[in-house]
């Protein structure tokens, strides 16, 4: 008597079981609630569609599945795809994840064929592969929006090449500066994320299909042409490293992190420059809100929030740095925690850093107040014991010089360009009449003309050039 096989189970027949036939007993809504990540990974299905297209058709090139099974699949796999951009496609939580959800309407769709798609893969390298392809695009919107940034600033630096305003060091006023120049200090931070980006990019796009679970496939696969037709620039080469390291993923986050460190160090002097007891910068309505009990108030909400959500962008580098710990080789479920907050971390950012291009571009600035604080505080004082150190004195002298001329201005309550020339020389006689020239702000700031430096002139020159360099990238 010859033994019967039973007939192959549809993998997909029974809902609460949708690997295979070992299972006995179906899970529990809360273990499906809990291993499930359809509800949050469904934002990879463009990707996963993408993937399984490349996978299919390289099948097809080596001769694993037949030209008319890979013809059914790109064409289940196209259809579902509007399925999803219409909104008609049934996720279901039975299916625990994205790229069983796909699998399962393929096998309806095309049947056979459609089963035969996940030859020579698993989800470990398709997981992996989704969220780069996605990973990848993000850090492409995001470098268009860090360059939009740095154009506003630079633009508004342009404007306000000649502004004065104090310059600070421990938020006491230090040196007179340009607001261009303050502004242009940001845009270099900017343009240092963007590389930072650029180069985390070239370790995000690497393909990790083929690895399959963890030790690749029996299949003679092509896995060079899977990769040129993602846009891969190469291959994770080795398969355990392929399925389960997320460092890539961490890199983004960190980035992401100096980005919003960034933005939180710009939004707190926006902030401070709104408040009417300095009054630098007025923001525009749109990204202010009022009190619901006091009616003169104009909350710098936008800077506010996105301070605050720093903290948010740095908790998700936390988690996920967290989450890679300690993990051994190869694929481990830990991994499906990955993408909540990579997400959110990318949304952050581009919410931000949209928000912010407009806000700069639109922001008011009043030249006055600013010039008043700097004539506050003997900002210029530096360049008095600098005066003196050009007629001969050692700095440190002509420093103590200084610090006695400050201390009567401060007794007497003004500024040291309000001592009369005979003032001045009763501290050292070298002080000439020039003097006074040397003691104005705009004298102070055009003295700093050098690369990197203050003056107007410098100022004018870098917001010039960053901005036809971004010109030219755009
Ligand atoms: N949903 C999973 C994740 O996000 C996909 C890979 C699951 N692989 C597995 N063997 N359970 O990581």
Same mark, same amino acid.
């Given at each position: 008597? =010859?033994?019967?096989?039973?007939?192959?189970?549809?993998?997909?027949?029974?809902?609460?079981?949708? #690997?295979?036939?070992?299972?006995? &007993?179906?899970?529990?809504?809360?273990?499906?609630?809990?291993?499930?990540?359809?509800?949050?990974?469904?934002?990879?299905?463009?990707?996963?569609?993408?993937?399984?297209?490349?996978?299919?058709?390289?099948?097809?090139?080596? @001769?694993?599945?037949?030209?008319?099974? #890979?013809?059914? %699949?790109?064409?289940? +796999?196209?259809?579902?795809?509007?399925?999803?951009?219409?909104?008609?496609?049934?996720?279901? %939580?039975?299916?625990?994840?994205?790229?069983?959800?796909?699998? /399962?309407?393929?096998?309806?769709?095309?049947?056979?064929?459609?089963?035969?798609?996940?030859? @020579?893969?698993?989800?470990? $390298?398709?997981?992996?592969?989704?969220?780069?392809? #996605?990973?990848?695009?993000?850090?492409?919107?995001?470098?268009?929006?860090?360059?939009?940034?740095?154009?506003?600033?630079?633009?508004?630096?342009?404007?306000?090449?000649?502004?004065?305003?104090?310059?600070?060091?421990?938020?006491?006023?230090?040196?007179?500066?340009?607001?261009?120049?303050?502004?242009?200090?940001?845009?270099?931070?900017?343009?240092? $994320?963007?590389?930072?980006?650029?180069?985390?990019?070239?370790?995000?796009?690497?393909?990790? +299909? @083929?690895?399959?679970?963890?030790?690749?496939?029996?299949?003679?696969?092509?896995?060079?042409?899977?990769?040129?037709?993602?846009?891969?620039?190469?291959?994770?080469?080795?398969?355990?490293?392929?399925?389960?390291?997320?460092?890539?993923?961490?890199?983004?986050?960190?980035?992401?992190?100096?980005?919003?460190?960034?933005?939180?160090?710009?939004?707190?002097?926006?902030?401070? #420059?709104?408040?009417?007891?300095?009054?630098?910068?007025?923001?525009?309505?749109?990204?202010?809100?009022?009190?619901?009990?006091?009616?003169?108030? /104009?909350? !710098?909400?936008? !800077?506010?929030?996105?301070?605050? /959500?720093?903290?948010?962008?740095?908790?998700?580098?936390?988690?996920?740095?967290?989450?890679?710990?300690?993990?051994?080789?190869?694929?481990?479920?830990?991994?499906?925690?990955?993408?909540? @907050?990579?997400?959110?971390?990318?949304?952050?950012?581009?919410? =931000?850093?949209?928000?912010?291009?407009?806000?700069?571009? *639109? +922001?008011?600035?009043?030249?006055?107040?600013?010039?008043?604080?700097?004539?506050?505080?003997?900002?210029?004082? =530096?360049?008095?014991?600098?005066?003196?150190?050009?007629?001969?004195? *050692?700095?440190?002298?002509?420093?103590?010089?200084? *610090?006695?001329?400050?201390?009567?201005?401060?007794?007497?309550?003004?500024?040291?360009?309000?001592?009369? +020339?005979?003032?001045?020389?009763?501290?050292?006689?070298? %002080? &000439?009449?020039?003097?006074? $020239?040397?003691?104005?702000?705009?004298?102070?700031?055009?003295?700093?003309?050098?690369?990197?430096?203050?003056?107007?002139?410098?100022?004018?020159? *870098?917001?010039?050039?960053?901005?036809?360099?971004?010109?030219?990238?755009?």
């Amino acid at each position: 008597m =010859t033994k019967k096989h039973p007939p192959p189970q549809d993998q997909f027949a029974n809902k609460s079981q949708a #690997w295979s036939a070992r299972f006995t &007993e179906p899970v529990s809504d809360l273990v499906k609630r809990y291993t499930a990540s359809v509800q949050f990974d469904q934002r990879m299905a463009m990707q996963d569609i993408a993937g399984s297209l490349a996978h299919a058709e390289m099948l097809a090139h080596v @001769g694993v599945i037949t030209d008319q099974d #890979w013809r059914e %699949i790109e064409q289940g +796999l196209h259809r579902i795809k509007d399925e999803i951009a219409s909104g008609q496609f049934q996720w279901s %939580i039975d299916l625990e994840d994205v790229h069983l959800n796909i699998e /399962k309407r393929l096998v309806e769709l095309v049947g056979e064929a459609g089963k035969r798609l996940h030859t @020579g893969r698993s989800r470990n $390298d398709q997981v992996a592969t989704d969220i780069r392809l #996605w990973l990848r695009e993000q850090i492409d919107l995001i470098g268009e929006q860090l360059q939009a940034l740095r154009l506003s600033l630079a633009q508004q630096a342009l404007t306000h090449a000649s502004t004065i305003m104090p310059g600070f060091t421990h938020l006491q006023v230090a040196q007179p500066v340009t607001f261009g120049h303050h502004l242009l200090a940001y845009e270099q931070m900017f343009g240092r $994320d963007s590389e930072r980006l650029a180069d985390c990019r070239r370790r995000v796009n690497r393909l990790p +299909l @083929g690895a399959a679970a963890l030790a690749g496939t029996t299949f003679p696969i092509d896995r060079q042409r899977v990769a040129q037709t993602l846009g891969f620039e190469g291959l994770c080469e080795n398969s355990l490293d392929a399925v389960s390291d997320r460092d890539f993923a961490i890199e983004f986050c960190a980035a992401s992190a100096l980005i919003m460190m960034h933005i939180s160090r710009l939004s707190e002097e926006l902030v401070l #420059w709104m408040s009417p007891r300095v009054g630098f910068v007025t923001l525009a309505d749109r990204f202010c809100t009022g009190s619901s009990i006091m009616p003169q108030k /104009k909350n !710098p909400d936008v !800077p506010e929030l996105a301070r605050g /959500k720093t903290g948010r962008v740095n908790g998700h580098l936390m988690a996920l740095l967290t989450l890679m710990k300690a993990q051994p080789l190869a694929y481990n479920k830990d991994n499906q925690e990955d993408k909540e @907050g990579l997400f959110d971390t990318a949304d952050t950012v581009r919410d =931000t850093l949209t928000l912010f291009a407009d806000m700069l571009g *639109a +922001l008011t600035v009043h030249a006055q107040p600013m010039r008043q604080a700097a004539q506050q505080g003997f900002a210029t004082a =530096t360049d008095l014991a600098d005066y003196l150190v050009k007629k001969g004195l *050692a700095f440190r002298d002509a420093h103590e010089i200084v *610090a006695h001329a400050v201390l009567t201005c401060e007794q007497r309550n003004c500024d040291l360009s309000d001592l009369s +020339l005979a003032e001045l020389k009763a501290f050292d006689d070298r %002080i &000439e009449a020039d003097i006074h $020239d040397v003691l104005t702000l705009e004298g102070s700031v055009n003295a700093r003309n050098h690369i990197g430096a203050t003056a107007p002139e410098q100022v004018k020159a *870098a917001a010039t050039a960053i901005i036809a360099s971004l010109a030219h990238k755009g």
